[in-house]
């Protein structure tokens, strides 16, 4: 925690926020942890200062509560709006006056799953979706949640529209969208990043519809999905069947390296040999 108090030529005690400093030179104030109302802007002017002057080069200052009434006093003082989550408002300002902005953007990208999901009959698991561009048969999926790795976010998704469990058997790949400025998708701005994942059912393929999103779910003859379905998605399921054949898929693979006094865990993905149950 970085908190100091320093002194005037008036031998003035002046107070400087207190915020956390990083690894990179940058340093991240809540608005909680300080308490100062009417001489906010003064405190503000003395901190920028200090901060020059003892190397912080982007500040990240979260403004929640009864605090955003700080919010003009900020902007004055040059810093922008970066991002805001339920109460909480972060506005950044980049102190070194010499070199471009280091502050990082918001995230700019969304990851959502498709899912293949073949049973022993060569039927593929699909369905309609009620609100839809087109017609077509698809594969089941969705976005993925606040950390929840990719496979795990595909056999959920599964089960929620489908009601069919499976396991995860890879990875077929991926489609990356960038925002189009005569296309409404992906909104905000963002890119869109759309994973194929591979399936397998675990017992009971009974389809039980999620009646709010999903209007039809069947299990479909690969022929008949290679023939009526979104040409979107048979691209990704020729591919899978490719790399059946070939006996690859991409795997993750648990991976852990030192950060610091922790332990950074994480799943790495590359190519594998599919085993024979896939």
């Not at 919010?71 to 102190?95: D, M, Q, S, Y």
């Amino acid at each position: 925690m970085l908190s100091r108090t320093i002194f005037s030529s008036r031998n003035r005690a002046l107070s400087v926020l207190k915020g956390n400093r990083d690894r990179f030179g940058g340093l991240s104030v809540y608005s909680y942890e300080n308490e100062c109302s009417s001489d906010f802007p003064e405190t503000l002017q003395n901190s920028l200062e200090e901060w020059k002057q003892t190397g912080i080069r982007g500040t990240w200052f979260h403004v929640s509560g009864a605090h955003t009434a700080w919010i003009p006093h900020l902007i004055e003082n040059g810093f922008e709006f970066h991002h805001a989550k339920n109460e909480t408002a972060v506005l950044t300002r980049w102190l070194p006056e010499d070199e471009s902005s280091g502050i990082p953007e918001y995230p700019h990208t969304y990851l959502g799953v498709g899912t293949i999901t073949i049973n022993d009959k060569n039927e593929l698991l699909v369905i309609k979706e009620k609100v839809r561009f087109y017609n077509n048969w698809k594969f089941p999926g969705g976005y993925v949640d606040r950390g929840e790795n990719i496979l795990d976010a595909a056999v959920r998704e599964v089960k929620e529209e489908t009601g069919v469990q499976t396991e995860a058997i890879g990875l077929v790949g991926f489609r990356h969208v960038l925002p189009q400025a005569d296309i409404p998708f992906p909104p905000f701005k963002c890119a869109d990043i759309y994973a194929i994942c591979a399936l397998r059912p675990t017992g009971d393929e009974t389809i039980v519809r999620q009646e709010r999103e999903v209007s039809e779910a069947e299990w479909l003859p690969l022929d008949e999905f290679l023939e009526k379905g979104s040409q979107h998605n048979t691209h990704f399921l020729n591919a899978y069947l490719k790399a059946k054949e070939q006996n690859i898929i991409v795997s993750p693979h648990d991976f852990s390296m030192k950060y610091g006094n922790a332990d950074r865990h994480m799943l790495m993905y590359f190519n594998d040999y599919l085993n024979s149950s896939s």
